[in-house]
């Protein structure tokens, strides 16, 4: 098992690109099994959830072929199995988009039960839902989900709640099946227009993605295409967030602003500087920043994935910030590891007070989920003295290369085996 061991106190600047978007290639990944056809996806973000969710439509007997770190080529001609289980698939919560991949492609999917993060439930009620009213049966039974229909016909669905994973995967299971779907109350965040506009380029007739509802008039088939997966909102957040807490001035490229507009008014707001181009953005924060207050909602909201990174933010800046949580209620985790060191931040419910402290010092930290595992490691960035991060593997599940990343940007950061007795100030190069 690895840690990062940090020193912090350093301003960080420089240029940072992002990658392509995880949230986005998981749920593309599935649809390319769609076809029989090859499929080339470009612009791939070379994370453990997605070398996971590769090994998953490999093992059902699609053919999986790694042009480099960013590119793969995918044909669902040569599946042999519905069945998708194995030791890693139950750790992410995307394995849940082959059941709609399968269900449209072969009229029957069985899926372990996902994983994930643990930041609240995340219940498949919808995904079911929406299965049945397709015409497909489900059952949960020994850990599997399992869908099956002899026949499926478009109609209307109207989703409870606005979910990310339920859009998508209805989606899936939507675009081969006869007739006109209606899907209502969907999910509008970027990744959604991306699978919708993958599966378009692949034959699929879709529209509305982005918007309040999405029509699919289902198609008999679905063709290759090539296709390069948009950038990740989130990891560019989380570095113009570094930015802000670090005082530095970084330049993020390869990135959409479009899609950061609600970052960018919070961090505009509390009093950093940040310059648009048409596919960059510059962060710059030369002095302490102010307090807000921010409350997560869906797109085109604040985002839940850049809760943590925003508290943290605000746990350096002036006066009394909070930061209401809406969508997950398991996300304040984190808030224990910032106290320790030295953050004063009290949560009742699902709102965070944060009085702003001046400094914070390096501390022994464990990091609780992706997101938060982030944070911290921007809170140690901007911290004095030497912290240790352990549970790194759930960073590594959603940031490629972040150790090296943040050390492009003058970070003095390491991985290291936790016992290699490198967690001093000298283990830092």
Known sequence: MNQY????????????????????????????IMTDDDV??????????????????????ATVKRIDAHTVCISGRTIRSETVDS?????????????????GKRGKAAVAMPGGC??????????????RALGAEVVTENGFIKAKAEEMRGTHIF??????GATINIMLAAALTPGQTIIDNVAKEPHIVDVANFLNSMGANIKGAGTDVIRIRGVNRLHGSTYSIIPDQI????????????????????VIPKHLEAITAKLVEIGAEVRENDDSVRVVATKRLRSTQVKTRVYPGFPTDMQPQIATVLTLSRGTSTVTESIFENRFRYVAELVKMGATITVEGNVAVIEGVERLQGANLEAPDLRAGAALTMAALAAEGTTTITQIEYIERGYEDFEGK???LGASIIKCPINDGKSTIGGIA
């Open 5 to 32: 061991v940090i020193q912090g106190g350093k301003a960080l600047a420089g240029e940072v690109t992002v990658g392509g978007a995880k949230n986005a290639a998981l749920g593309i990944l599935a649809a390319a």
């Open 40 to 61: 080339t996806i470009e612009n791939l973000p070379n994370v453990n959830d997605i070398n996971v969710l590769l090994e998953a439509i490999a093992g059902i007997g």
């Open 87 to 103: 030791e890693f698939i139950r750790k992410i919560r995307a394995s849940y988009y082959l059941l709609g991949a399968l269900l």
């Open 118 to 131: 643990d930041i609240g439930a995340r219940p498949m009620d919808l995904h079911l839902k929406g299965f």
């Open 159 to 164: 989703l409870d709640l606005v979910s990310v």
């Open 235 to 254: 990891e560019a957040g989380t570095f113009m967030c570094l930015a802000a807490a670090t005082k530095g001035d970084i330049l993020l490229k390869n």
């Open 406 to 408: 943040l050390r492009e």
